[in-house]
T-cell receptor, first 114, second 109 residues
Framework: SAVISQKPSRDICQRGTSLTIQCQVD?????MFWYRQQPGQSLTLIATANQGSEATYESGFVIDKFPISRPNLTFSTLTVSNMSPEDSSIYLCSVYTGQIYGYTFGSGTRLTVV | GIQVEQSPPDLILQEGANSTLRCNFSDSVNNLQWFHQNPWGQLINLFYIPSGTKQNGRLSATTVATERYSLLYISSSQTTDSGVYFCAVGNFGNEKLTFGTGTRLTIIP
């Protein structure tokens, strides 16, 4: 299955600043998915990133707050903008790798906003 | 959208015990996966099992797609099995997964 390298693994940020999270996949994939996991909660999809087009955002998530780039078929970034303590979460990227392994996830970015 | 419920929400067991975790979903799916989230937040893929039964060591899973549920069996539990177990479902490849509510498993030495 695909291997995803996600950076940073964790960060502590000041409110009002922005953080960019990177995901690099070791093979070309059509779509990449970004999820958020708030403390003690399940995972929720933020957006789907397709190379060469604008990301598709789920209800409750907007591009101004979570801009996404997808410059090629192996890389994507998610920016968490103008952060507040409510943005403290684990952020994970994911790709679909086929009918044997299904979806694979990056190791996650644990974000704390103070 | 599709609803995914897992039970029990919490489970505390002695080391060596067996356990069964359940995932119910509200609509037909052709993707279903079980994940283990370890205490560091990493999501480990356990099984891709839209139907049928699979086994991997002490773990096995069964999905009965026609009845919209899946079961994860853990035998001879070890402390390293502790964490949160999620099932996630979806339709077709390259479409989003909807995650269940999770089961928090704690294995006591």
């Amino acid at each position: 299955s695909a291997v995803i390298s996600q950076k940073p693994s964790r960060d502590i940020c000041q409110r009002g600043t922005s953080l960019t999270i990177q995901c690099q996949v070791d093979s070309q994939v059509t779509m990449m998915f970004w999820y958020r996991q708030q403390p003690g909660q399940s995972l929720t999809l933020i957006a789907t990133a397709n190379q060469g087009s604008e990301a598709t955002y789920e209800s409750g998530f907007v591009i101004d707050k979570f801009p996404i780039s997808r410059p090629n078929l192996t890389f994507s970034t998610l920016t968490v903008s103008n952060m507040s303590p409510e943005d403290s979460s684990i952020y994970l990227c994911s790709v679909y790798t086929g009918q044997i392994y299904g979806y694979t996830f990056g190791s996650g970015t644990r974000l704390t906003v103070v | 959208g599709i609803q995914v419920e897992q039970s029990p929400p919490d489970l505390i067991l002695q080391e060596g015990a067996n356990s069964t975790l359940r995932c119910n979903f509200s609509d037909s799916v052709n993707n279903l996966q079980w994940f283990h989230q370890n205490p560091w937040g990493q999501l480990i893929n356990l099984f891709y099992i839209p139907s049928g039964t699979k086994q991997n060591g002490r773990l096995s899973a069964t999905t009965v797609a026609t009845e919209r549920y899946s079961l994860l069996y853990i035998s001879s539990s070890q402390t390293t099995d502790s964490g949160v177990y999620f099932c996630a479902v979806g339709n077709f490849g390259n479409e989003k997964l909807t995650f269940g509510t999770g089961t928090r498993l704690t294995i006591i030495p």
